[in-house]
């Protein structure tokens, strides 16, 4: 087991899933590519384990990924067309993905879960504590939730996992924690055990897991033992589970995140995702804050008149 003060240097962003819940659209675009306002999902992943000091970053990909390694790759002929143009608004942003961190990447072959994926990184990441970032995740940068969980880290050892409170009759949607007050530490919980999406009125609290983890290595040797649940494949959650409940790797903690974070996962969530981040853009704001003021009234508008009434 690694001792707290063993530092966090490196990231693992799971990105082989196929995506078809935006199908037809992922057909031959990689879900992580989709754009949220006029970046690809991924990007804002990557940006947030950099800002929290992570830049090696293993991305565990499958087929058809190839378009996330060009994106993180120089562009040298767009550069220079840019360059010849005099455009260095637009060249910065080209080359801004490419500086981002070092990226890796592993195939993770079989498509068997979360936990297969993650036991993919072991030979790039060896006996070190890692951090796993979900795509479907994003957090707002003025929320360091990964900072703040690595602090954890370094305070308690073992493993640190992100919660969030949600209504009771959205549990079962969720991996789901047991938790109780940590022992000398008020800004994290003590897990004591997981749940893989539980059954509707059987969950054991109402804190479930996010896309954010700061894992002890052992979680390696775990992964390799835990049997295929849930769907069929290896769950994460299972293995965070042992850990919890043998304090194999050291203990496992929550850090309860009340920030902003968008959903890109739903499609719903991701249209909403796009809409709030556009708002909030100095260049892009003040305009479509307007139309869309705009456009809410007269959808209002047509839904109290008499012939929306009739229909």
């Given at each position: 087991?690694?001792?707290?003060?063993?530092?966090?240097?490196?990231?693992?962003?799971?990105?082989?899933?196929?995506?078809?819940?935006?199908?037809?659209?992922?057909?031959?675009?990689?879900?992580?590519?989709?754009?949220?306002?006029?970046?690809?999902?991924?990007?804002?992943?990557?940006?947030?384990?950099?800002?929290?000091?992570?830049?090696?970053?293993?991305?565990?990909?499958?087929?058809?990924?190839?378009?996330?390694?060009?994106h993180?790759?120089?562009?040298?002929?767009?550069?220079?067309?840019?360059?010849?143009k005099?455009?260095?608004?637009?060249?910065?942003?080209?080359?801004?993905?490419?500086?981002?961190?070092?990226?890796?990447?592993?195939?993770?072959?079989?498509?068997?879960?979360?936990?297969?994926?993650?036991?993919?990184?072991?030979?790039?990441?060896g006996q070190?504590?890692f951090?796993?970032?979900?795509?479907?995740?994003?957090?707002?940068?003025?929320?360091?939730?990964?900072?703040?969980?690595?602090?954890?880290?370094?305070?308690?050892?073992?493993?640190?996992?992100?919660?969030?409170?949600?209504?009771?009759?959205?549990?079962?949607?969720?991996?789901?924690?047991?938790?109780?007050?940590?022992?000398?530490?008020?800004?994290?919980?003590?897990?004591?055990?997981?749940?893989?999406?539980?059954?509707?009125?059987?969950?054991?609290?109402?804190?479930?897991?996010?896309?954010?983890?700061?894992?002890?290595?052992?979680?390696?040797?775990?992964?390799?033992?835990?049997?295929?649940?849930?769907?069929?494949?290896?769950?994460?959650?299972?293995?965070?589970?042992?850990?919890?409940?043998?304090?194999?790797?050291?203990?496992?903690?929550?850090?309860?995140?009340?920030?902003?974070?968008?959903?890109?996962?739903?499609?719903g969530?991701?249209?909403?995702?796009?809409?709030?981040?556009?708002?909030?853009?100095?260049?892009?704001?003040p305009?479509?804050?307007?139309?869309?003021?705009?456009?809410?009234?007269?959808?209002?508008?047509?839904?109290?008149?008499?012939?929306?009434?009739?229909?």
């Amino acid at each position: 087991m690694q001792t707290p003060t063993t530092p966090v240097v490196k990231a693992v962003i799971p990105a082989a899933g196929m995506g078809t819940r935006f199908l037809p659209a992922t057909k031959a675009t990689p879900k992580e590519m989709l754009p949220v306002v006029d970046k690809p999902a991924i990007q804002y992943v990557v940006e947030e384990a950099a800002t929290a000091g992570l830049t090696d970053v293993l991305m565990i990909t499958g087929r058809n990924k190839r378009a996330l390694e060009d994106h993180f790759d120089r562009a040298h002929e767009l550069e220079t067309v840019l360059e010849a143009k005099g455009d260095r608004e637009r060249l910065s942003l080209v080359r801004e993905s490419s500086t981002l961190a070092t990226l890796h990447y592993a195939r993770q072959g079989d498509p068997l879960g979360l936990g297969h994926a993650v036991l993919a990184a072991e030979a790039h990441v060896g006996q070190s504590p890692f951090a796993v970032l979900l795509g479907d995740d994003l957090i707002d940068p003025r929320d360091p939730l990964l900072s703040h969980m690595i602090a954890v880290r370094e305070r308690l050892g073992g493993s640190v996992i992100a919660l969030t409170e949600v209504p009771a009759d959205r549990i079962h949607l969720y991996g789901c924690a047991v938790v109780e007050p940590s022992t000398g530490d008020e800004e994290a919980l003590r897990v004591t055990g997981l749940v893989e999406k539980p059954a509707p009125g059987t969950a054991p609290s109402n804190y479930a897991v996010i896309g954010r983890y700061v894992l002890d290595p052992a979680v390696f040797d775990v992964l390799r033992r835990t049997a295929p649940g849930r769907g069929g494949e290896i769950q994460l959650t299972d293995a965070l589970h042992t850990l919890a409940t043998t304090g194999v790797g050291g203990p496992v903690h929550g850090v309860v995140f009340r920030g902003r974070r968008y959903d890109t996962g739903d499609r719903g969530e991701y249209l909403r995702a796009t809409v709030r981040l556009a708002c909030e853009r100095e260049d892009l704001g003040p305009e479509f804050r307007a139309w869309l003021r705009e456009f809410a009234a007269t959808e209002l508008s047509a839904e109290r008149s008499p012939a929306a009434a009739s229909r």
